[in-house]
Every structure is written in structure tokens, then in C-alpha cells.
């Protein structure tokens, strides 16, 4: 049965309309009520109590709600998917009629159907599910179990119970989508060491959402290793569960409660059929939305472009390969259903008709019937979405690149074909894109401290805003620091001997300005070399606020004195970084080459530095990338003295290659221009000095208005994150092997992934929450 193209709008904003209108009912109804017994409560509230036990120390009552809270959200979600299909003949007898009526006694029949349809839905929910549970939960919420945040603070939970196998898998299902998280990546690794924790412990909960990728991954392998037949097969059931995951994803946005849409006012589009039409869009969009989230591969910002007809087109050819020549004949067939026109698609179709001969029957085998429903399907969709932007002032973005131009009104083309064009060049340029900085820097600027020297700019360092100045500190100051960071190798800024958060073979060791100022006025270490640790910096800020040319001040961000040593014997056989590729003010995606400036990210940090201590170790070289992470473009070794300076946009991917022997010393540095974000431990360690009555000299301006080497006035005051990260606290202790705490608060209306329970930033080093993988 299919209905007339005319009826197909008013059937489905009536459906919306009437389905929502009862859902709202429901929670209107029931909105009192916590819980029925034997009814699905809602895994939001489990979840909040959960956290709250959490806080409180009950390790037992947080993990059962913890628990609970998972194992409700997927049973929320089974439900839905059994109601949806239990109701789907429902009113099927009225249904059947719509063919056959029109006019106002067709829009009457259409909603008596959907009426039936929807009853029964909210009969079957209410069997199952209590009122509340039916609720529609917040983005917080959403949020929170897109990111898996519950296996984070699950991880922690059983590590506290002595529950060591729950929380490895914990803690790997939370990694699993969260790659660059390091805290949980060197937690893994000491599970790995821990006593009755096997390899088995170390196992994805979430794998059924993930079988798609699984299968994608291993169709990639067999075509390496030429197992064409075995690739085929691998491709076919991908694109099966593919469209399985897409199809379940479908089904949550229509059985799911929605929000009404807010009144616009007596003659702004209040009435029922302006409301029918809002909510049908939007439950369009979100199925629409579905190709987006299926084509995200877990721990990823932004989804693989074409998944679909990717995985159609290595289908075909595999299948060619392997000799299935009908077969590939119906998979190139249901790509250009996609493609209709595209040339090496018909040029490869004629190719397989050559090769089967007179083989007429293999020659006329049709696109593959799922793939032309959902070809079909979607399409329809579209028409009624671009209907809702001309006409309804909707929003809609597009997830698909294949949409055919004839589906756009006449109104919007000129505007699509720009966007389309746009992204179809950006596709081409492909890894020759080339990023632009717009940091505000413009290297070259003088140099105002004698005896400093340009070693290499941006033309030997092959790229934009980068610099590598000598003699920016003498081999005494060198040695001063050296013996500074020798003396509080135990007692400085947290790490106490621990592995470095970025490899377990490397010891990590750091000092801020502000410890060293405490560590001095406990007599532990000189007064003047604390003095010359925070005068290095102003020494720094002058040199690369002159060079790049700073249209505005700069503030100190973070200083950072860092030791990373090799830890002997773990050596060998070992292919990580000491620091992975990361750029410092946003997240580095190398698959797509995009940098997305947002949290966990410093997005606050302008202009980054390191300025080396000594050269008396194997590696440890600060290395360039291009956006791929991979492709080395410039390497710097280091030696005392040598300062590198570059803006940290995505312009400077950079990694620091593996510390093999010896001891790597460096003072890591970061500048903002916002004055928001100015390090409050430097004003801390000031106000002491001023306290004793040894106040800082403050930077003076020299007759041409650049400053000169001084103590700082600037004094900061950063945000409590950047405080607390320089502190090093939040370890889970008590075990054969310490874990640092890992957990985000899920209240915290920043949603920063990179908080401990207590609200402190747990990353330490150069930039470290952000730095990727090594491919």
C-alpha cells in the first residue's frame, strides 16, 4: 500500500501531532509519580542518585545505581523498539482505506489511524515504563551517557570496592570512547599489571552499538591482506548492520517522547496544524540525524562523509575481485542509486557486463531492495524537510553529500549549491588542505634581548608562526634550573615518582612558580633560584611578544617546569611518543584534519613555548605534524638555552618523540591574550615574595614601548581549572598500584570532561587532555 503523494505531509505532521499530544498527556498525567513497582523507573534519576553516593563515599549504593542507571537506559530503549514494532499493525484496517478516500474524509481516516496507532503505544509504554521514566531526559543527561561517563565513575567505584576485573572493563569501555583521555589510558595499564586482572577484563560494554565499526575495521584488513572473498563478506555485513543501526536509531526518535514546540504568539504559528508540521519536521530531522550518528565512530568528533555508499563502493569491488560478478553488478547498482551520474561507477558497471558476456540475467539484476527503501525513503523525507526551510522558517542540515539537486525548491538552490560546492572542495583538497592561522601573530618582530639569536623561522621550520631561538639562557642558568629540578624531583608539583600521564615508560616529574616559591620559604630549596625560575618566563614572554608581533598584551596561562625520564629497562621493543601529536587550543581529529576548539581543550591559549634545560638524553625531540598527525614537517632537538615558540592553533600540531635514556628537561609555557584566563599562581607566588618584603621588580617599557626583562606586575589569575591542574592531587590510593581519579561531575555546566570528583583538572604536562594516539 502506498499512499497519494499529495497525502503524504498531511499524514505524518498528523501522526506527529496526535502521538506527541498523547505522549504529553502521559507525562502530565503522571508527572508525580517516582516509581511503580515492576515498571521501569527513569535511568536519569538513578543516574543522580548515583553520582550523589558517589560523592558521599558509598562505593556499594553507587555502583548498584550506577548499574541501574546503564541497564535501565537500554531496557528504556528495548521497550521502545517492542512497542514500536507490537503497535505497527495497529489500525491497519483504516490504514488501508486511506488509498481510496480524499479530502477532508481522508485527513480524517489518516487521523483516526494514527489515533489507534498512538494508544496503542501508549499502552504498551505504560505497561512497561512508569510515567516518568516516559520523560524526555536533558542534554546534560544525553551528554553524560553519550561520553560514557557513567564507566567513568563505575572505573573508580569497583576500584575502591577491590572489584579490579569490573573496573578494567569499566574503564575500557569508557576509553573506548574516549581515546585521548591519557589519565584513563595509564589506568588501563595498571590494571594490565594488577594481580587477578586478565586480558579477558579488558572488554568494550558497549560493543552491540558498535558492531558496524567492528566489521568496518575487518573488511579494511581482509582487502590488505588481498582475502577478497572474506572481504566481500565482511563489507555485505556491514552494510547490514549499518542500516540495522540506522533503522534503531529511527525507531528511538519516533517512539521517544517529544517536547511541544514553544507558542509563537497569537499570529505566530500556535494553532494545531502549524504545531502537526513543527513536530513532524523535527521528528524528520532526527531520523534524518540518524546517518550522522551511525557514521560517528565512538571517541570521534565528526562522522565519516558517504558511510554508506563508502562501504557500497569497496563492496562492489571486493565482490569483483573475489569473482561474484552478480553480485557486484546489484551492489554498483544500488551505488548509483545513490550517484546516479558519477562516471567511474558507470564506467565499472559496463566493465562487469563485458566480463559476464551474454549473461542477460546477471546483466539485469536490480539494486538491492533495503538500499532502494532507504534510497526511497529518505528522499521523501527530504522534500518535506525542504518544504519546512522555505516555507516554516526550519532549520535543517543536511547529513548527506548525495542529495540530488531536484529535491531542493527553486528558492534555496543557490544557497545549497554554494554549500554543496564548498564542501565538494573541501573533500577535494583533501590532505593538500592547508590551515590558516588566525591567532593575531606575525613572526618576524625584533629580537630585544642581546645576545639571542633566530636559529630557524618559519620557512626552516616549514611552517606558519614558528620560531627556535638560542642563547636564551646561559649554561649556569641552565645548570641553576637543572639542580632546582633535581632537588624537588620528590617533593614538587604532585607527581611523586609516578609514570608520566602521556607513556608508563617514562617518570614524569614538574614544578610550577608558585610550589617553588613555597618550597623555598620552607628552606627546601635557594630563593634565588625560585627567582630566576619565574623570571625565565617574563623572559620568554618579552622575547615572543616582540617576535610574533602580539596586537595586545600577553598574559601568562600555565608555566611549567617538566622532567621526563626513561625508565630503564622498559625500553625496549617501544614504538609511543613521550608526548602524543595535539595542538594546544583544540582537539586534533587526524582522520577528518579537523582541530575542534572546544572543551576539553585549552581553547583559551594563544602562543606556546618550550624553553630546554639540557641535551644529555637519546629522544625527546619536539616535532612538527601536518593535520594528519603523521606527516613530520619540522623537528627541533633540544639544547640549553634553545626556545621554541609557536601560536597554538591547529596550525602547530606538535608531539615530543620518546625519551629513551636519560633525563629531558624543559620550562613548558603558554600565553592567552584574554586577561580572564591569567595564571592566578604567579600572583599568588608575587603576593608571597611582597609579603616577605622582597618584592618583584615589574617589568619596565623601554623609550620604543617594548618591555624589558623585569619581574612581573602582571601577577595572574587564571581560572580555577588551570589552578588546580598544576597541583597534581586526586589519586585513587589504596591498592597494589595508585590510579588517579578520572570523573566529571555531571552537573558541571561546562560538561569538561577533565575533571576529578572534586572538580580539579587532573591533566598535567604540555597540553596533555588533548594529545591523540600515535597512528
Not at 229 to 241: G, H, R, S, T, Y
Not at 388 to 416: A, H, M, R
Not at 600 to 614: C, G, I, K, Q
Not at 734 to 750: F, M, S
Request: aromatic share 8%.
Amino acid at each position: 500500500m502506498a499512499l497519494h503523494p499529495h497525502h503524504f505531509t498531511v499524514y505524518v505532521a498528523s501522526h506527529m501531532v496526535t502521538f506527541t499530544l498523547l505522549h504529553c498527556i502521559i507525562a502530565a498525567s503522571g508527572s508525580g509519580i517516582s516509581s511503580v513497582l515492576g515498571l521501569l523507573p527513569s535511568y536519569d534519576a538513578l543516574y543522580y542518585s548515583g553520582v550523589r553516593a558517589y560523592f558521599s563515599g558509598e562505593w556499594e549504593k553507587a555502583a548498584e545505581l550506577l548499574e541501574k542507571s546503564v541497564v535501565t537506559k537500554e531496557s528504556l530503549f528495548r521497550v521502545r523498539r517492542q512497542c514500536h514494532d507490537d503497535c505497527a499493525s495497529a489500525g491497519r484496517e483504516t490504514l488501508d482505506k486511506l488509498d481510496s478516500q480524499g479530502g477532508s474524509l481522508w485527513d480524517l481516516w489518516a487521523l483516526d489511524w494514527v489515533q489507534q496507532r498512538a494508544e496503542c503505544l501508549r499502552f504498551c509504554m505504560g505497561r512497561s515504563v512508569t510515567p516518568a521514566g516516559q520523560l524526555p531526559v536533558s542534554t546534560d543527561i544525553d551528554y553524560e551517557f553519550g561520553t560514557r561517563n557513567p564507566y567513568n565513575f563505575l572505573q573508580v567505584t569497583y576500584y575502591k570496592m577491590e572489584k579490579l576485573q569490573k573496573a578494567a572493563s569499566a574503564a575500557y569501555t569508557f576509553f573506548v570512547a574516549n581515546p585521548s583521555h591519557l589519565e584513563m589510558r595509564n589506568n588501563i595499564e595498571k590494571y594490565r599489571r594488577m594481580e587477578g586482572v586478565t586480558e579477558e577484563s579488558f572488554h568494550d560494554r558497549e560493543i552491540e552499538k558498535e558492531k558496524h565499526w567492528a566489521l568496518y575495521d575487518s573488511a579494511l584488513l581482509s582487502e590488505a591482506s588481498s582475502d577478497w572473498a572474506q572481504a566481500a563478506e565482511k563489507w555485505k555485513e556491514c552494510v547490514n548492520e549499518t542500516l540495522r543501526q540506522t533503522e534503531e536509531c529511527r525507531v528511538q526518535c519516533e517512539v521517544a517522547s517529544q517536547v511541544l514546540p514553544e507558542d509563537r504568539g497569537e499570529n505566530g504559528g500556535s494553532g494545531m496544524y502549524e504545531k502537526a508540521a513543527a513536530l513532524s519536521l523535527s521528528l524528520l530531522s532526527c531520523q534524518q540525524a540518524c546517518v550522522t550518528q551511525v557514521a560517528t565512530r565512538p571517541g570521534r568528533i565528526s562522522a565519516q562523509e558517504d558511510f554508506l555508499p563508502t562501504q557500497l563502493e569497496h563492496l562492489h569491488i571486493a565482490q569483483f575481485k573475489a569473482g561474484d560478478i552478480a553480485g557486484a553488478v546489484q551492489t554498483l547498482r544500488s551505488l548509483l542509486l545513490f550517484y546516479p551520474s558519477d562516471t567511474d561507477s558507470l564506467g565499472n558497471l559496463q566493465l562487469y557486463y563485458e566480463t559476464l558476456g551474454g549473461d542477460t540475467e546477471s546483466q539485469g539484476t536490480q539494486p538491492a531492495q533495503q538500499i532502494a527503501t532507504y534510497v526511497s525513503r529518505s528522499l521523501q523525507e527530504k522534500k518535506l524537510l525542504y518544504f519546512g526551510v522555505e516555507n516554516l522558517d526550519f532549520s535543517f542540515i543536511d547529513p548527506d553529500l548525495w542529495t540530488p539537486e531536484d529535491v531542493v525548491p527553486e528558492s534555496l538552490k543557490e544557497t545549497w549549491r554554494a554549500e554543496k560546492e564548498k564542501q565538494n572542495e573541501k573533500m577535494k583538497q583533501g590532505e593538500t588542505e592547508v590551515q590558516t592561522d588566525d591567532s593575531g601573530f606575525y613572526a618576524g618582530g625584533p629580537i630585544p634581548q642581546v645576545g639571542v639569536t633566530i636559529t630557524m623561522d618559519d620557512e626552516a621550520l616549514n611552517g606558519t608562526n614558528r620560531v627556535v631561538l638560542d642563547g636564551v639562557m646561559t649554561q649556569r642558568e641552565c645548570d641553576t634550573i637543572l639542580q632546582l629540578a633535581t632537588a624537588v624531583a620528590s617533593a614538587g608539583d604532585g607527581y611523586r615518582g609516578r609514570r608520566s600521564p602521556h607513556t608508563p615508560h617514562e617518570k614524569f616529574e614538574g614544578l610550577t612558580v608558585f610550589r617553588a616559591v613555597k618550597l623555598a620559604q620552607d628552606g627546601m630549596v635557594n630563593q634565588s633560584d625560585a627567582r630566576l625560575l619565574h623570571e625565565l618566563g617574563e623572559r620568554v614572554r618579552v622575547l615572543l611578544h616582540s617576535y610574533f608581533r602580539s596586537p595586545s598584551g600577553l598574559f601568562f596561562s600555565f608555566t611549567h617546569l617538566v622532567c621526563r625520564s626513561a625508565i630503564t629497562g622498559d625500553q625496549e621493543g617501544r614504538l609511543d611518543l613521550s608526548h602524543p601529536v595535539h595542538v594546544d587550543n583544540c582537539l586534533l581529529e587526524p582522520d577528518t584534519r579537523q582541530c575542534w576548539r572546544e572543551p576539553p581543550a585549552f581553547t583559551h591559549r594563544d602562543l606556546s613555548a618550550v624553553l630546554y634545560l639540557n641535551d644529555d638524553f637519546d629522544g625527546g625531540e619536539l616535532f612538527f605534524t601536518d593535520m594528519d598527525a603523521k606527516t613530520v614537517t619540522a623537528q627541533v632537538k633540544p639544547s640549553c638555552g634553545r626556545l621554541v615558540g609557536f601560536s597554538s592553533g591547529p596550525v602547530n600540531p606538535h608531539g615530543v618523540s620518546a625519551v629513551t635514556a636519560g633525563r629531558r628537561c624543559a620550562l613548558a609555557l603558554w600565553f592567552t591574550k584574554e586577561k580572564l584566563h591569567r595564571d592566578m599562581e604567579r600572583e599568588e607566588a608575587e603576593a608571597l615574595w611582597d609579603a616577605d618584603g622582597k618584592g618583584l621588580l615589574k617589568p619596565q617599557e623601554d623609550k620604543e614601548g617594548s618591555a624589558t626583562p623585569g619581574r612581573s606586575s602582571r601577577s595572574s589569575r587564571s581560572s580555577q581549572a588551570e589552578k588546580e591542574k598544576s597541583r597534581g592531587r586526586g589519586r585513587v590510593t589504596g591498592g597494589k598500584d595508585e590510579l588517579r581519579e578520572t570523573v566529571l561531575h555531571p552537573l558541571n555546566k561546562k560538561r569538561n570532561p577533565t575533571l576529578d570528583p572534586c572538580g580539579r583538572t587532573k591533566w598535567k604536562g604540555e597540553g596533555g587532555r588533548k594529545a591523540k594516539e600515535r597512528l
